[in-house]
């Protein structure tokens, strides 16, 4: 006998084809229906994740509020997932990812106290493999998904257990069919979870409620499960919930076959589009980051309200991850409203990491020469290059700088935003250790003599003693040459490929963006626009039809980092862009940066979306 447990739950997007406040207006409406459900259905059982939801019904109907209260006492409302909002699960930060948690679970402990121990993502577009990782850290067990679905990837069962890369695990169900149903009749969804289901386990979740726009059960549902108890031969169909269903199946763990890589994909197109989302979103996520660790370095220089400001703007933050919102798939007018959240979130994280700073610096000593000081908000080692624009009254400043120890300290003078005056940013390398400071000092005093620095240019290059960058003709914008004269790429270079691009905004149903190449960027003009003993920068025009678009390929003195920065005026309609980097030699092995950590993929031509890194 195979027992069915009946997860009765209402998907709900709260921006999606809809803007926010329509959202909030769905959470209420959702769990009032939800509620009256429970109050005439004795045997029903809702499942709700989410702790936006539950916070917006507390804010704005006390009354509903207290309900739910009492329904999760009994242990018919249950609460799973336990995080801010169902997010993607591939583009935020490990950071983030571990935020949705110590923001939301302490939350659901005080005000149901519930420990939430069941993961819940069940309509995220892939699943990056440290999520288990994460969850375990956190005190969960379990986690449950849908997507890549059946057709998507192949899994060796609907209920497994997942295996990060630091071996940490949880179990999982994939939904076979889908989390919501707007049909009475639910036939179709049992069998598709009895078609999956181990006789040796002997229990499957049916997931069931009309969702997107929320919802929940209707009532016709629930009095047809209740018609149909015993009409599926060698089944039980009970009114139950991902908790009640996990700890039924845990006594067979050991047998569960064992997946140890991501769940991917579902959309690939979710990663390249709405740029503009997607860059506001990690200035909030390390803006606040910063915040944090100033906080935890100064604590003594600490504003007022902190702790609240600060989890108030991880709210806004998170609450844009949610997975119609950061994969680029809502309303156009939706992203405005992205935009001022995120925006008020860096904000925020900016005033505080100033203030901190600061009321930091007040403690230094006199000194007779300007000084900048720099901070390293960070838990991680900073060894890069600093810029600063120091106030010289409209002079030019042609003195030196010096560490510490009075040693001397190259800078570059390159150009700042304004045009209007002499080029007066300064660039100069240095190294901070994490939650560090250094105190560089701008003195006019006779300069010692500076290193010799490895930098040269040419008419259409640069070059250090390691690489030499020379632009290219027609298609191929740059070559890059090893100082053994060996190419970097083959004899088509680096270039920007232009492909027509008909699927939808998520790209459904493709794993790769494989359609006719149309064009190509074509090199118009090359200028060497910095040459100096920190760094020298070659920037190329190029253009397709009415597109546009400027890189700059860097070097640094005596460094083998090579710097690639690149702006596009797109105008291609229904076409993407591919920047092509095009390898000498074999590629045998490929590891890319993920959320936590990094995994294998294969060097295929897939789409895969990264964190940070590839090698």
Same mark, same amino acid.
């Given at each position: 006998?195979?027992?069915?447990?009946?997860?009765?739950?209402?998907?709900?997007?709260?921006?999606?084809?809809?803007?926010?406040?329509?959202?909030?207006?769905?959470?209420?409406?959702?769990?009032?229906?939800?509620?009256?459900?429970?109050?005439?259905?004795?045997?029903?059982?809702?499942?709700?994740?989410?702790?936006?939801?539950?916070?917006?019904?507390?804010?704005?109907?006390?009354?509903?509020?207290?309900?739910?209260?009492?329904?999760?006492?009994?242990?018919?409302?249950?609460?799973?997932?336990?995080?801010?909002?169902?997010?993607?699960?591939?583009?935020?930060?490990?950071?983030?990812?571990?935020?949705?948690?110590?923001?939301?679970?302490?939350?659901?402990?005080?005000?149901?106290?519930?420990?939430?121990?069941?993961?819940?993502?069940?309509?995220?577009?892939?699943?990056?493999?440290?999520?288990?990782?994460?969850?375990?850290?956190?005190?969960?067990?379990?986690?449950?998904?849908?997507?890549?679905?059946?057709?998507?990837?192949?899994?060796?069962?609907?209920?497994?257990?997942?295996?990060?890369?630091?071996?940490?695990?949880?179990?999982?169900?994939?939904?076979?069919?889908?989390?919501?149903?707007?049909?009475?009749?639910?036939?179709?969804?049992?069998?598709?979870?009895?078609?999956?289901?181990?006789?040796?386990?002997?229990?499957?979740?049916?997931?069931?409620?009309?969702?997107?726009?929320?919802?929940?059960?209707?009532?016709?549902?629930?009095?047809?499960?209740?018609?149909?108890?015993?009409?599926?031969?060698?089944?039980?169909?009970?009114?139950?919930?991902?908790?009640?269903?996990?700890?039924?199946?845990?006594?067979?763990?050991? @047998?569960?076959?064992?997946?140890?890589?991501?769940? @991917?994909?579902?959309?690939?197109?979710?990663?390249?589009?709405?740029?503009?989302?997607?860059? *506001?979103?990690?200035?909030?996520?390390?803006?606040?980051?910063?915040?944090?660790?100033?906080?935890?370095?100064?604590?003594?220089?600490?504003?007022?309200?902190?702790?609240?400001?600060?989890?108030?703007?991880?709210?806004?933050?998170?609450? !844009?991850?949610?997975?119609?919102?950061?994969?680029?798939?809502?309303?156009?007018?939706?992203?405005?409203?992205?935009?001022?959240?995120?925006?008020?979130?860096?904000?925020?994280?900016?005033?505080?990491?100033?203030?901190?700073?600061?009321?930091?610096?007040?403690?230094?000593?006199?000194?007779?020469?300007?000084?900048?000081?720099?901070?390293?908000?960070?838990?991680?080692?900073?060894?890069?290059?600093?810029?600063?624009?120091?106030?010289?009254?409209?002079?030019?400043?042609?003195?030196?700088?010096?560490?510490?120890?009075?040693?001397?300290?190259?800078? @570059?003078?390159?150009?700042?935003?304004?045009?209007?005056?002499?080029?007066?940013?300064?660039?100069?390398?240095?190294?901070?250790?994490?939650?560090?400071?250094?105190?560089?000092?701008?003195?006019?005093?006779?300069?010692?003599?500076?290193?010799?620095?490895?930098?040269?240019?040419?008419?259409?290059?640069?070059? *250090?003693?390691?690489?030499?960058?020379?632009?290219?003709?027609?298609?191929?914008?740059?070559?890059?040459?090893?100082?053994?004269?060996?190419?970097?790429?083959?004899?088509?270079?680096?270039?920007?490929?232009?492909?027509?691009?008909?699927?939808?905004?998520?790209?459904?149903?493709?794993?790769?963006?494989?359609?006719?190449?149309?064009?190509?960027?074509?090199?118009?003009?090359?200028?060497?626009?910095?040459?100096?003993?920190?760094?020298?920068?070659?920037?190329?025009?190029?253009?397709?039809?009415?597109?546009?678009?400027?890189?700059?390929?860097?070097?640094?003195?005596?460094?083998?980092?090579?710097?690639?920065?690149?702006?596009?005026?797109?105008?291609?309609?229904?076409?993407?862009?591919?920047?092509?980097?095009?390898?000498?030699?074999?590629?045998?092995?490929?590891?890319?940066?993920?959320?936590?950590?990094?995994?294998?993929?294969?060097? !295929?031509? @897939?789409?895969?979306?990264?964190?940070?890194?590839?090698?």
């Amino acid at each position: 006998m195979i027992k069915v447990h009946l997860v009765g739950n209402a998907h709900l997007d709260p921006v999606w084809l809809w803007r926010w406040p329509a959202g909030v207006g769905e959470a209420i409406a959702t769990c009032r229906s939800a509620v009256e459900c429970l109050d005439e259905y004795p045997e029903f059982v809702f499942t709700r994740s989410d702790m936006w939801l539950h916070e917006q019904i507390e804010k704005l109907d006390p009354d509903l509020f207290e309900r739910i209260h009492e329904y999760v006492k009994t242990g018919r409302w249950q609460i799973v997932g336990g995080w801010y909002i169902q997010p993607d699960c591939n583009l935020p930060t490990a950071e983030s990812f571990r935020k949705h948690m110590s923001i939301s679970k302490p939350y659901f402990k005080e005000k149901f106290g519930v420990d939430v121990t069941v993961g819940y993502n069940v309509d995220s577009f892939g699943h990056n493999a440290m999520i288990p990782s994460f969850l375990r850290d956190e005190g969960y067990d379990s986690y449950v998904m849908m997507r890549p679905m059946a057709h998507e990837k192949e899994l060796p069962a609907s209920l497994f257990r997942w295996r990060s890369p630091d071996g940490a695990e949880v179990i999982v169900w994939r939904i076979p069919r889908a989390y919501t149903a707007w049909q009475e009749d639910l036939t179709d969804h049992i069998r598709a979870s009895l078609d999956v289901a181990d006789p040796d386990i002997g229990h499957v979740m049916c997931f069931y409620g009309v969702g997107d726009h929320g919802g929940g059960p209707t009532k016709k549902q629930i009095k047809w499960l209740m018609d149909h108890k015993n009409s599926f031969s060698g089944a039980e169909l009970v009114f139950s919930h991902p908790r009640a269903f996990f700890d039924a199946v845990k006594p067979k763990y050991e @047998q569960l076959p064992i997946v140890d890589e991501e769940l @991917q994909f579902h959309a690939i197109g979710c990663y390249t589009v709405v740029h503009e989302l997607k860059n *506001n979103m990690r200035k909030a996520e390390h803006g606040l980051i910063s915040a944090e660790k100033a906080l935890k370095s100064y604590p003594e220089e600490a504003p007022k309200d902190t702790d609240v400001k600060i989890t108030e703007a991880w709210k806004k933050t998170l609450f !844009n991850q949610f997975h119609d919102i950061y994969a680029g798939t809502s309303l156009a007018s939706a992203y405005d409203d992205s935009r001022d959240q995120l925006g008020s979130a860096r904000d925020n994280a900016d005033e505080i990491v100033n203030h901190v700073l600061f009321r930091c610096m007040r403690h230094l000593s006199e000194d007779k020469y300007q000084r900048i000081v720099a901070f390293n908000m960070s838990d991680h080692h900073f060894k890069g290059y600093l810029k600063h624009e120091p106030w010289f009254m409209k002079r030019s400043f042609d003195g030196w700088m010096a560490d510490e120890e009075g040693n001397p300290v190259p800078f @570059q003078r390159i150009q700042q935003e304004k045009v209007s005056d002499t080029k007066s940013l300064m660039l100069w390398p240095g190294n901070i250790k994490p939650g560090g400071q250094r105190v560089f000092q701008l003195r006019t005093d006779e300069a010692p003599e500076m290193p010799e620095s490895d930098l040269e240019t040419s008419e259409n290059g640069i070059s *250090n003693q390691l690489w030499k960058i020379e632009a290219s003709q027609g298609n191929s914008l740059l070559k890059i040459i090893r100082n053994d004269g060996t190419e970097l790429f083959d004899e088509k270079g680096l270039r920007i490929l232009v492909q027509q691009d008909n699927s939808d905004t998520w790209s459904h149903g493709i794993d790769r963006f494989r359609e006719p190449v149309v064009g190509e960027f074509n090199l118009k003009s090359v200028y060497v626009e910095e040459s100096g003993p920190v760094r020298a920068s070659l920037r190329i025009e190029a253009e397709m039809d009415e597109s546009h678009l400027s890189l700059w390929a860097r070097l640094y003195n005596a460094s083998p980092h090579i710097e690639l920065y690149i702006y596009m005026d797109w105008r291609q309609k229904l076409q993407i862009g591919k920047l092509v980097l095009p390898l000498n030699g074999k590629i045998d092995n490929r590891l890319d940066g993920i959320s936590g950590g990094y995994v294998p993929r294969p060097q !295929n031509g @897939q789409e895969f979306p990264l964190m940070d890194w590839t090698s």
